[in-house]
């Protein structure tokens, strides 16, 4: 399809040339936006439609608004360099960078059972292998910035229920359990808008896109496969460089 044949709506365009002045540096964080008459003016639309787009740029994080004076631009957030890598934990990242950080361990037992179903079959378990949840909040300079999801098979940890208050970090467990030789395959990066729990946790609005990484963490002395991790970002918060692994 030709992108001359797209239908943008009025409210599209007020959006996106506001926020075309403000990456384009013509706004500057701190400035005052053009209200909400003078959008509707300059692109011939309804003040509702030039309304909603300032509004959308408020979930965006890309302005913010005071009450009885107008909108201004936000302070960009800062971003976290992020290696993706199967080798290091998070942890050990945020570390190496003196970021402050924080883990928090919001669930940790068993799968449900359509969940289980799903990662036995991805995983290529036996019908008789249990698989624990453990789901984990990243805590970056103060913010929520991602939520951490580990389906790790219960065979190779027989005592991890036991162990589920001492999960903030699943890479030191497994080192500590023997398995001190990790690697990370079939990696895999996709995009989603977050659902209301993720927007709580994460305190996002529904239009701060989600970076969902997946993949397997394996030992590399043995074969084992020992996870399914799935990691949910704020994109807004993270600036990702990919690795390459042997």
Partial sequence: MSLNNIEVSKETLIRSKVHEMILDGKLQPGDKLPSENELSDAYDAKRIEARNALVQLEKMGIVYGKQGVGRFVNEPLPTIEFVV???TSFSDKMQEQNI??????????YAGEKESE???????????????????LR?????????????????????????????????T????????????KDRVISTQF??????????????????????????KE??????????????DLFKHQLSDEN
Avoid at 173 to 184: A, D, E, M, T, V
Avoid at 196 to 212: G, W
Wanted: proline content about 4%.
């Fill in 173 to 184: 467990y497994f080192k500590n359990s023997g398995h001190k030789q990790l690697s990370s």
């Fill in 85 to 87: 890598t199967g080798t």
């Fill in 100 to 109: 402050p950080y924080e883990s928090r361990v919001i669930c940790a037992d």
């Fill in 222 to 235: 043995t074969g084992d496969c020992l996870e399914r991790v799935k990691i949910l970002y704020r994109s």
């Fill in 118 to 136: 799903y990662y036995r079959s991805s995983l290529e378990l036996s019908e008789g292998v249990n698989i624990f949840k453990v789901t984990r």
């Fill in 194 to 219: 977050p659902t209301v729990e993720e927007m709580n946790i994460l305190n996002c609005s529904e239009l701060v896109p989600l970076l969902v990484f997946e993949t397997d963490t394996y030992d």
């Fill in 139 to 171: 805590i970056v300079n103060h913010v929520p910035c991602a939520i951490h999801i580990s389906y790790i098979r219960e065979d190779l940890f027989p005592n991890i229920y036991n162990d589920k208050n001492n999960l903030q970090s699943v890479y």
